[in-house]
């Protein structure tokens, strides 16, 4: 097989430098069939090429074949088809809090912390229960006038429930309220309420501590479901949406979770050039904690479209060509293409479903293509005029 192709190379030399070789020995250098004229040279077997055959990019030449030579030549094709492009991306992310399963606990009033009753991030609470006990002067002075009220001679139902009205605007609990009425005495504190279940994830509450409504006690979050944000980066921004499946890898977890990008950020972060993308995970064990690390891997489709082998496109510039099998002769062909992904382009024009190309051998092919076209226009026996 190798001494063919020396064979096969050593012809294109000597048909580059002689203008009328041997016509015998160009005959068996190029291993045409037995059964073709003896006397047929190179320009015979370029002329070969059916007549129908389409136009060559400028600088090229049809190739005539026979199996002999596809042989010797280690010719090998492969079909144009319709496949499903995809690419596989690699970003990173972190576990965060479900902020819809979040609450900040503020005061509605100034006062001090008189009870401390949850002490420690991490602790877990339910709806309702006491997180500090607050006194509160404009508080108490509600309650005083509530307790006048109901022990005046003179009832008002307008003005007692001014009073109850306003006593729940500062989220004052009504057993406290109701305390205030059965009695007649104001209550010093009150309770500052939990409003929802959860686990204290920040805290800010200490006790003897003067607040006012801008300051956050609490932060609490419900740790059964959590988010993952991840960072896609503005290259793959336009291939990531939102139903996209990825697989997520966590720090500190055996087994990948799969999981769908519920949400897309509406912006690109300036600072790091990425866009937020968002999971949602159960966590009824609360494995999963705020703060780790995710490894996020996607395969994300590019649509369906017709695809050439790499190995069959030959870059000379700006050009891309490719050599269409037909048989009998090979076809060079200027395609256009689009991006690479893993080893097929996608092909915008120049091709059509089911036609051969070649995949191997196709640098010979292509040196014997120009080899043609130039000995057909002439130039490249300029130098030998002379003789």
């Known amino acids: 097989m190798s001494r063919l192709v020396r064979t096969f190379i050593t012809s294109l030399l000597l048909a580059a430098c002689t203008k009328h070789s041997a016509p ?21 077997a370029a002329t070969s090429v059916p007549a129908g055959a389409a136009t060559p990019p400028e600088g090229f030449a049809p ?11 280690g010719l090998t ?26 609450a900040h606990v503020h005061s509605r009033v100034r006062g001090w912390i008189e009870g401390f009753h949850v002490q420690y991030v991490g602790q877990k609470v339910k709806k309702g ?38 006593l729940a605007l500062w989220e004052v609990p009504s057993s406290i309220v109701q305390k205030v009425e059965e009695t007649g005495e104001p209550q010093r504190t009150f309770p500052l ?35 993952v944000s991840a960072d896609v980066y503005e290259a793959d921004v336009s291939d990531v949406r939102i139903g996209s499946e990825a697989k997520l890898t966590i720090e500190g977890i055996a087994e990948a979770r799969t999981a769908k990008v519920a949400f897309l950020a509406p912006t690109i972060d300036e600072r790091t050039r990425t866009r ?22 996607m395969e994300l489709g590019l649509g369906r479209g017709l695809a050439v082998s790499e190995s069959a496109v030959i870059r000379t510039g700006a050009r891309s060509i490719v050599f269409v099998v037909h048989g009998t002769h090979a076809e060079p062909r200027e395609v256009k293409l689009g ?27 292509d040196s014997e293509s120009r080899l043609r076209a130039t000995s057909k226009t002439g130039g490249g026996h300029a130098g030998h005029g002379g003789h």
């Not at 190029?30 to 015979?44: I, L, S």
């Not at 006012?212 to 609490?220: F, N």
């Open 129 to 166: 229960e006491a997180l500090v006990s607050l006194y509160s002067q404009e508080v108490y002075a509600a309650e005083l006038e509530l307790a006048s009220l109901t022990k005046s001679s003179i009832k008002s139902p307008e003005l007692l429930e001014a009073a109850r009205k306003r």
């Open 339 to 365: 991006a690479r992904v893993g080893e097929y382009y996608r092909v915008q024009s120049g091709l059509t479903a089911g036609e051969l190309v070649a995949t191997g051998a196709q640098f010979l092919l």
């Open 24 to 44: 015998a020995e160009e005959q068996v250098n190029r291993t045409e069939p037995a059964a073709a004229d003896p006397h047929a040279g190179h320009n015979a």
């Open 63 to 73: 190739v005539a074949l026979d199996p002999a030579q596809a042989s010797a030549m």
């Open 276 to 297: 937020k993308a968002r999971f949602e995970l159960a966590n009824p064990n609360a494995a999963l904690m705020p703060g780790a690390f995710v490894t996020v891997e």
């Open 77 to 102: 094709t492969e079909a144009v088809e319709e496949r499903d492009f995809s690419r596989k991306m690699r970003t990173v992310g972190v576990v965060t809090v479900d902020e819809t399963r979040t």
């Open 193 to 227: 309420a939990a409003p929802r279940s959860g686990v204290v994830v920040a805290k800010q509450a200490f006790d003897g501590l003067f607040i006012d409504p801008s300051l956050e006690l609490y932060t609490i979050t419900d740790l059964s479901r959590v988010w």
